[in-house]
């Protein structure tokens, strides 16, 4: 069973930067998705971004896009997401995931984590 652990959050102010790290349990294969999702009280959980260490293609929803960087150290089973610009619109719990399935897919989509491991989030608290 891989198991995942967040790190890295707390508060900030609006235009300021986090950067989250999930450590990973063990190694994961190179066609396991891998991603940062998050979700705000009063809402359905949304991915953030996704990587697919295969081909290096990743994801970002558009609210993030341009502020927001997903990437992976291998060496160190470590995924990170870089938050910079923050806005109070930010402010979640944010877990990141790993899909238990093997891809076979140019990009990760967020509805491929429904099934895979989860960590239990660390809050992310922005304001104005």
């Known amino acids: 069973q891989v198991q995942l652990v967040e790190s890295g959050g707390g508060s900030v102010q609006s235009g300021g930067s986090l950067r989250l790290s999930c450590a990973v349990s063990?190694?994961?294969?190179?066609?396991?998705?891998m991603g940062w999702f998050r979700q705000a009280p009063g809402k359905e959980r949304e991915g953030v971004a996704t990587?697919?260490?295969?081909?290096?293609?990743?994801y970002y929803a558009d609210s993030v896009k341009g502020r927001f960087t997903i990437s992976q150290d291998n060496a160190k089973n470590t995924l990170y997401l870089q938050m910079s610009s923050l806005k109070p619109e930010d402010t979640a719990m944010y877990y990141c995931?790993?899909?238990?399935?093997?891809?076979?897919?140019?990009?990760?989509?967020?509805?491929?984590?429904?099934?895979?491991?989860w960590g239990q989030g660390t809050q992310v608290t922005v304001s104005s």
């Open positions: 990587f697919y260490p295969r081909s290096g293609s990743t």
């Open positions: 063990e190694s994961t294969h190179s066609r396991q998705c």
């Open positions: 995931a790993v899909d238990r399935f093997i891809a076979f897919v140019g990009e990760c989509a967020p509805t491929r984590f429904a099934s895979g491991y």
